[in-house]
């Protein structure tokens, strides 16, 4: 079975899937991240424009096989939730304030910082 699944930066070495935080159903105090499969693409493209009116950045709808997005998944320790034809998936009120890929993009940017610093001090 073919599933959609909402990607950013498609294509780069920062390529991030779009997971939620929902709380754990066997652990009510832990969250759990959670991978939304769509069994139909317009759903996909719906949530995404979702994501996009609440100020996300834009999401590309990718088609991935149930066993592929599955083995991900159970490799990443995320959980997946498989989202119905015809279902309307919304998008939570609360986004994070700075996705992973934006924590690392900034923590390269320290690291280029510090390495340019670095290479000015040995210039001295």
């Not at 997946?80 to 390269?108: C, H, S, Y």
Request: with cysteine.
């Amino acid at each position: 079975m073919i599933l959609y699944v909402l990607l950013f930066n498609t294509g780069t070495s920062n390529e991030g899937i779009h997971t939620l935080k929902i709380k754990d159903p066997e652990h009510e105090q832990l969250e759990q991240d959670v991978v939304l499969a769509f069994e139909e693409e317009d759903d996909a493209m719906r949530f995404a424009l979702l994501l996009e009116a609440q100020d996300f950045p834009s999401p590309s709808v990718e088609a991935i096989s149930e066993a592929e997005i599955t083995e991900f998944c159970r490799e990443s320790g995320l959980r997946m939730q498989f989202i119905a034809k015809g279902t309307l998936a919304v998008p939570p009120e609360a986004n994070l304030e700075k996705t992973d890929w934006q924590r690392d993009e900034a923590r390269t940017s320290e690291s280029e910082l510090d390495r340019i610093r670095q290479q000015l001090e040995r210039l001295l």
